[in-house]
């Protein structure tokens, strides 16, 4: 009884203080259990054409993958020049990570990124906005190709095609000034990344992620990361407007 | 009435709220030192609650000395959605953080833990930075 007193009491008092950003928010389109709270589990939706729809809020549960896209022991065979930058970063204590600079995370790091991102699906074009430094990413799904011409971009281009009921999005373009993960996995112009997400449920989505660098690695790779749907709630705004640590940074 | 509000809203966090990961947009070593632990009592003079990191500024009396100590937690989202505030902290209050220094010999300190008087902890949760794991949580 004290709990769903407490339970009750709560929630009213944070959904009060929180409303002015919508923190808490109830969202119609959700499908509810008898007691009202999200049913994590219920069948994933589809719009009306039958395309598998992923929009909502949605984030990994832990930075792990973040932290290291290789974090589940894959085997991961660099070129020389890779493994010598590689070492280099761990030593200098990951000090260039582009964050320090309040520089966005790009494809593979925000793929692993525990902060939300709201997806937002129309016929044609998906779109990723992250919370964390205010960015976004366009996924292509009208059937165009990769630019054949095409400037280094921090996200890079994004094409999607549906498999089945999944989402196969093929990226090439990305800058070189990125880093896969945190502590420092390289790349080289040669990157191509497919991701293959797929909504098994309302609540769940599943992201396999494989890296084709043969620049830089000596064979690809894959990381599985899920995502937890965030239910009820927005994003919130970020800006870096008060960066103090880049100049106290310091490698070894 | 504060400390009242701010216990239930310790209550709620604690009730209703995972621990969700406080964003680090840099790395933990390569800005603080592990070797350096420091753990000190002091008043509030300043908060700066904005991205990427909050601040919380200290002045802390030690054998008739007083220093202010800037201190770094977690950015303010996580912070927001684990149901701290703005305000969680006000100018005068007392509070004591365990942490560690910066490499630079500057008084800045990441902040693991901050203890109310009453050991009541405020800005809980986990860092995923790298640095060394709160020694409460």
Same mark, same amino acid.
């Given at each position: 009884?004290?709990?769903?007193?407490?339970?009750?009491?709560?929630?009213?008092?944070?959904?009060?203080?929180?409303?002015?950003?919508?923190?808490?928010?109830?969202?119609?389109?959700?499908?509810?259990?008898?007691?009202?709270?999200?049913?994590?589990?219920?069948?994933?939706?589809?719009?009306?054409?039958?395309?598998?729809?992923?929009?909502?809020?949605?984030?990994?549960?832990?930075?792990?993958?973040?932290?290291?896209?290789?974090?589940?022991?894959?085997?991961?065979?660099?070129?020389?020049?890779?493994?010598?930058?590689?070492?280099?970063?761990?030593?200098?204590?990951?000090?260039?990570?582009?964050?320090?600079?309040?520089? &966005? *995370? $790009?494809?593979?790091?925000?793929?692993?990124?525990?902060?939300? !991102?709201?997806?937002?699906?129309?016929?044609? @074009?998906? +779109?990723?906005?992250?919370?964390?430094?205010?960015?976004?990413?366009?996924?292509?799904?009208?059937?165009?190709?990769?630019?054949?011409?095409?400037?280094?971009?921090?996200?890079?281009?994004?094409?999607?095609?549906?498999?089945?009921?999944?989402?196969?999005?093929?990226?090439?373009?990305?800058?070189?000034?990125?880093?896969?993960?945190?502590?420092?996995? &390289? *790349? $080289?112009?040669?990157?191509?990344?497919?991701?293959?997400?797929? !909504?098994?449920?309302?609540?769940?989505?599943? @992201?396999? +992620?494989?890296?084709?660098?043969?620049?830089?690695?000596?064979?690809?790779?894959?990381?599985?990361?899920?995502?937890?749907?965030?239910?009820?709630?927005?994003?919130?705004?970020?800006?870096?407007?008060?960066?103090?640590?880049?100049?106290?940074?310091?490698?070894? | 009435?504060?400390?009242?509000?701010?216990?239930?809203?310790?209550?709620?966090?604690?009730?209703?709220?995972?621990?969700?990961?406080?964003?680090?947009?840099?790395?933990?070593?390569?800005?603080?030192?592990?070797?350096?632990?420091?753990?000190?009592?002091?008043?509030?003079?300043?908060?700066?609650?904005?991205?990427?990191?909050?601040?919380?500024?200290?002045?802390?009396?030690?054998?008739?000395?007083?220093?202010?100590?800037?201190?770094?937690?977690?950015?303010?989202?996580?912070?927001?959605?684990?149901?701290?505030?703005?305000?969680?902290?006000?100018?005068?209050?007392?509070?004591?953080?365990?942490?560690?220094?910066?490499?630079?010999?500057?008084?800045?300190?990441?902040?693991?833990?901050?203890?109310?008087?009453?050991?009541?902890?405020?800005?809980?949760?986990?860092?995923?930075?790298?640095?060394?794991?709160?020694?409460?949580?």
């Amino acid at each position: 009884m004290f709990r769903a007193f407490a339970l009750a009491f709560c929630l009213i008092a944070t959904s009060v203080a929180a409303s002015p950003q919508w923190l808490n928010y109830p969202d119609p389109r959700i499908p509810r259990t008898a007691d009202g709270k999200p049913d994590l589990t219920a069948r994933a939706p589809k719009l009306p054409d039958g395309t598998p729809d992923f929009s909502g809020i949605w984030r990994a549960p832990t930075g792990k993958y973040l932290e290291n896209l290789g974090a589940d022991g894959i085997e991961i065979q660099m070129q020389p020049w890779a493994e010598r930058l590689y070492k280099e970063r761990q030593e200098n204590n990951q000090k260039d990570r582009p964050g320090g600079r309040c520089l &966005p *995370h $790009s494809v593979t790091d925000f793929d692993g990124h525990f902060t939300p !991102r709201k997806i937002i699906q129309q016929p044609g @074009l998906i +779109v990723m906005l992250f919370e964390s430094y205010h960015s976004y990413r366009q996924i292509f799904t009208d059937g165009r190709q990769l630019p054949q011409e095409r400037e280094p971009a921090w996200f890079g281009y994004s094409i999607g095609k549906w498999d089945g009921d999944t989402l196969v999005v093929d990226t090439a373009g990305v800058s070189e000034s990125t880093w896969l993960d945190d502590i420092g996995h &390289p *790349h $080289s112009d040669a990157l191509h990344i497919v991701e293959r997400f797929r !909504r098994p449920d309302f609540g769940h989505m599943q @992201l396999v +992620v494989t890296i084709d660098d043969p620049k830089a690695y000596k064979k690809p790779w894959t990381a599985r990361i899920g995502w937890e749907l965030m239910p009820d709630t927005d994003l919130l705004d970020w800006v870096c407007e008060n960066e103090k640590d880049f100049l106290r940074l310091k490698g070894n | 009435m504060t400390r009242k509000l701010l216990a239930v809203s310790v209550l709620c966090a604690a009730l209703l709220l995972s621990a969700v990961p406080l964003v680090a947009h840099h790395s933990f070593a390569a800005e603080y030192d592990n070797n350096k632990p420091i753990k000190f009592t002091g008043k509030v003079t300043k908060v700066e609650w904005l991205n990427p990191h909050i601040y919380v500024y200290l002045d802390v009396t030690d054998s008739g000395k007083t220093t202010n100590y800037a201190v770094e937690g977690g950015a303010p989202n996580g912070l927001f959605r684990q149901g701290w505030r703005k305000d969680t902290l006000k100018i005068g209050d007392s509070i004591s953080v365990e942490g560690f220094l910066a490499k630079d010999g500057s008084n800045t300190v990441n902040a693991r833990t901050w203890l109310l008087p009453d050991g009541t902890k405020v800005f809980a949760g986990n860092t995923e930075d790298g640095g060394p794991a709160s020694r409460n949580q």
